[in-house]
């Protein structure tokens, strides 16, 4: 779902930045390099942010045999 239309941001979008250390509707604004506009994605970013933190999302390692 479609947390700013104004700048294409999506919910998984902003958990990523979360999970990577955004901790505020600035962070996460910054983050995705969202300029100031309507301002009706920061009550849901908000929300997202009062759900608790993300767990970081890990990169698959692949392990090469020697």
Do not use: F, N
Not at 8 to 27: F, I, L, N, P, Q
Request: glycine fraction near 8%.
């Amino acid at each position: 779902m479609y947390v700013c239309v104004c700048h294409a941001v999506t919910e998984d979008v902003v958990r990523e930045h979360m999970a990577a250390g955004a901790c505020s509707a600035k962070d996460v604004r910054k983050a995705c390099g969202m300029r100031p506009g309507c301002g009706s994605c920061v009550t849901r970013i908000c929300a997202l942010l009062s759900e608790g933190p993300v767990e970081p999302v890990l990169e698959d390692s692949v392990e090469v045999a020697a």
